[in-house]
């Protein structure tokens, strides 16, 4: 027995040596990966600290330097922070799905399993945009690196694309929850069992179209909140916003109006706070004038989604 036990511990000796010396590996079958095996690996060379590979990985625009590029492939090596956060939390990164877009575009969706061994908790991740050149597939973005009018604009050319939907509920979720749990809503039902759905987005779906309970949550915090205080406005304003998403125009005024109250009676000037307030108050002005700023609402008003 004893023998058979040592003879099985050089043989995973030798493995764990094979792994250290040849690293990700595979560096010169590049071009015959699929798009989630080039994810794996470019996973595995930012672990590694590899630039060099993750440099290869990586689309490029055109005319980006050398310099550029190994400057870029630096930065996206994994921290030290981030290592030790994976590690304390026993999270590993997992590939969900493939899916080849055209021939030179592809997604792949990433989940982080939370627990021993990677198995338990689900949490979506990432949805990673591939680039094919030169024959071979490379990491090109993240969806959450786009912007709020690429979203928009891809929205716009397609209604049904669930996760530009679901994105721009992300973008808009710490300035308008209402407005942001509108578009987590479109996304459900768009994709039931889309790759963003868990337990924890359902209940905030659910849990957010009680709008008195929301309400009365706003107004439990107000508790623990000063008289004069800009987060107090910041309660009022977002609780006018859940109002004016939901068509209680009447009831949101009174929301945005008490907001003012508290912002005219600081003791100090609030810089981002003010800007913000005016940005709440211009969209509220342009709902009330039928000239809505939200794609989603104008995308229901014409009928698409019927």
């Known amino acids: 027995m004893k023998k058979v036990f040592f003879q099985s511990l050089i043989i995973i000796l030798v493995i764990i040596m094979v792994s250290v010396m040849t690293g990700c590996g595979r560096r010169k ?6 798009p989630k095996k080039i994810v794996d690996l470019y996973y595995c060379a930012r672990d590694d600290g590899d630039v060099k590979l993750l440099q290869n990985l990586t689309y490029f625009p055109p005319n ?28 590993k990164t997992k590939i969900e799905y493939e899916k080849i877009i055209n021939d030179n575009t592809a997604e792949v969706g990433l989940v982080l399993k939370m627990g021993l061994l990677g198995i338990g908790k689900r949490i979506p ?13 490379k990491y090109s973005h993240s969806k959450y690196e786009l912007t709020e009018e690429q ?22 979720q710490p300035k308008n929850p209402a407005r942001a749990n509108k578009y987590y809503k479109k996304y459900y039902e768009l994709e039931p069992k889309g790759f963003w759905i868990s337990k924890e987005l359902l209940d905030q779906i659910v849990s957010d179209e009680d709008i008195e309970k929301e309400e009365q949550e706003g107004l439990n915090e107000l508790h623990n909140i000063p008289e004069r205080s800009p987060d107090r406005a910041q309660v009022f304003w977002t ?24 912002i005219d ?12 307030f005016d940005g709440v108050i211009r969209n509220f002005e342009l709902l009330l ?18």
């Open 125 to 137: 991740f990432q949805q990673l945009i591939l680039k094919k050149e030169d024959g071979t597939w």
């Open 239 to 262: 609780l006018g916003q859940l109002f004016a998403e939901y068509g209680d125009y009447e009831k949101a005024k009174m929301y945005f109006d008490k907001a003012q109250v508290v």
């Open 151 to 172: 979203l928009i604009e891809t929205v716009t050319k397609n209604p049904y694309d669930a996760s530009a939907l679901y994105h721009l509920g992300r973008m808009y």
């Open 265 to 276: 009676s600081l003791p100090h000037s609030y810089p981002l706070y003010e800007k913000d």
């Open 29 to 34: 079958k590049l071009k015959s990966l699929s």
């Open 64 to 91: 980006t330097t050398e310099e550029r590029k190994t400057e870029l492939s630096k930065s996206a090596i994994s921290s030290a922070e981030e290592k030790n956060m994976m590690n304390l939390f026993f999270m």
């Open 289 to 306: 004038q039928g000239k809505s700023s939200d794609i989603l609402t104008e995308l229901e008003a014409k009928g698409v989604y019927k």
